[in-house]
């Protein structure tokens, strides 16, 4: 079985990365974004998913980039076009109209091999890097961790929120269940820190209506992320997301040590 393994920061004795540190500490974002990615990527080096992009059969059409994002959905449209306003005329500028046209679908038309290619060699791009953060920070981080804070949540729970933000997006859609309605059914279970509630309590009711919200998705239906990763935290009350953590994903075992 294999472990990957990588050097996080101790939350113990650092300013920057204190018992109160909240997932806008860079520390506490790089432990998130390489938790996201090893159930994303199956990987923990998450800045080798810039050029990542595949079709992975879940109707979303491709799959691509550091936290996924979908030309079915529009968030690979809103990537595109960040870069070619930063870099006019860049080898993906073309691709407009087409992924334009598919959204909303699974369909490839216009996009097929000269687009994947394309977008693997803008990897190299920082300019594309950053039109990828900023995306995934505009769409998916910034909202979750603001959400999370308004509720009262610790680290952990900032990346509860934000996990389930890139999975399932924020609002629901045909088929599938969104953030919105996920954190609306575990407040009606139990009332947030913020509140007056329990903190393990709350996340563990907002597990609970992820992994049903999970369940209602075939291409989603494993639900390792959150059992056997996201609840070892919670039970372990790691609630500052400190360091060593030890989770697994799809079987595969992986740990983040203190340094």
């Known amino acids: 079985m294999a472990v990957s393994v990588l050097s996080g920061c101790s939350s113990a004795g650092s300013a920057a990365g204190g018992?109160?540190?909240?997932?806008?500490?860079?520390?506490k974002k790089e432990i998130a974004m390489q938790l996201v990615s090893s159930a994303e990527n199956s990987s923990l080096d998450w800045k080798a998913q810039y050029k990542y992009i595949e079709d992975i059969g879940d109707g979303r059409g491709y799959t691509a980039g550091i936290i996924g994002f979908c030309s079915g959905t529009g968030d690979m449209l809103k990537v595109v076009e960040r870069y070619a306003a930063?870099?006019?005329?860049?080898?993906?500028?073309?691709?407009?109209p087409a992924l334009r046209a598919v959204r909303g679908s699974d369909a490839h038309d216009g996009l097929g091999r000269p687009f994947t290619e394309?977008?693997?060699?803008?990897?190299?791009?920082?300019?594309?890097?950053?039109?990828?953060?900023?995306?995934?920070?505009?769409?998916?981080?910034?909202?979750?961790?603001?959400?999370?804070e308004t509720d009262g949540l610790g680290a952990l729970g900032q990346f509860i929120y934000y996990d389930?933000?890139?999975?399932?997006?924020?609002?629901?859609t045909d088929g599938t269940v969104?953030?919105?309605?996920?954190?609306?059914e575990a407040i009606a279970a139990t009332a947030p820190p913020a509140r007056g509630g329990?903190?393990?309590?709350?996340?563990?009711?907002?597990?609970?209506?992820?992994?049903?919200a999970i369940r209602k998705e075939p291409s989603h239906s494993d639900t390792s992320r959150i059992e056997t990763a996201q609840r070892v935290f919670v039970r372990e009350g790691r609630f500052g997301l400190e360091t060593p953590l030890r989770w697994r994903v799809y079987g595969d075992g992986y740990r983040i040590d203190a340094r």
């Open 19 to 27: 018992p109160e540190a909240g997932l806008d500490d860079p520390a």
């Open 86 to 96: 930063a870099r006019p005329g860049n080898p993906l500028a073309r691709f407009l």
């Open 118 to 148: 394309a977008w693997a060699e803008a990897a190299a791009d920082p300019g594309f890097r950053s039109a990828q953060d900023a995306e995934r920070d505009r769409s998916y981080f910034d909202p979750a961790v603001a959400r999370a």
């Open 164 to 172: 389930a933000y890139v999975m399932h997006g924020y609002g629901d």
């Open 178 to 184: 969104g953030f919105r309605t996920i954190r609306r």
């Open 198 to 212: 329990d903190e393990a309590a709350y996340l563990n009711a907002f597990l609970d209506a992820r992994v049903a």
